[in-house]
Nanobody
Framework: QGPLVESGGGLVQAGGSLRLSCVAT????????VGWFRQAPGKEREFVAA????????EYADSVKGRFTISRDNAKNTVYLQMNNLEPGDTAVYYC????????????????WGQGTPVTVSS
């Protein structure tokens, strides 16, 4: 296992909610910006959300704004993705990432990546 491990994925009906977690080990977690990405079958990986080390700066993909919330607990070395009002189009493997700056993470150039947790939204 690498320094980032995701959990919380699963099967949910459309309109439901899930909360993903990503625990970091071996990193000075509170100095890293963090983010979530997803990759659906047959598609490229895409940005979902990112947060600065204080979480005062957050960014979201347009497709998830108002439905997803990224947060972090630096005392627990954990970043979360609360996903509400899920849609079948949200079905994907979700990855967390950690890097130096929010724009670096958002660009997909994070230093560290998890192995992903699958989310399936049924209609």
């Amino acid at each position: 296992q690498g320094p980032l491990v995701e959990s919380g994925g699963g099967l949910v009906q459309a309109g439901g909610s899930l909360r993903l977690s990503c625990v970091a080990t071996g990193l000075t977690f509170d100095t890293f910006s963090v983010g979530w990405f997803r990759q659906a079958p047959g598609k490229e990986r895409e940005f979902v959300a990112a947060a600065s080390w204080t979480a005062l700066n957050t960014e979201y993909a347009d497709s998830v704004k108002g439905r997803f919330t990224i947060s972090r607990d630096n005392a627990k070395n954990t970043v979360y993705l609360q996903m509400n009002n899920l849609e079948p189009g949200d079905t994907a493997v979700y990855y967390c990432a950690a890097g130096g700056m929010v724009r670096t993470v958002r660009a997909g150039a994070a230093e560290y990546w998890g192995q992903g947790t699958p989310v399936t939204v049924s209609s």
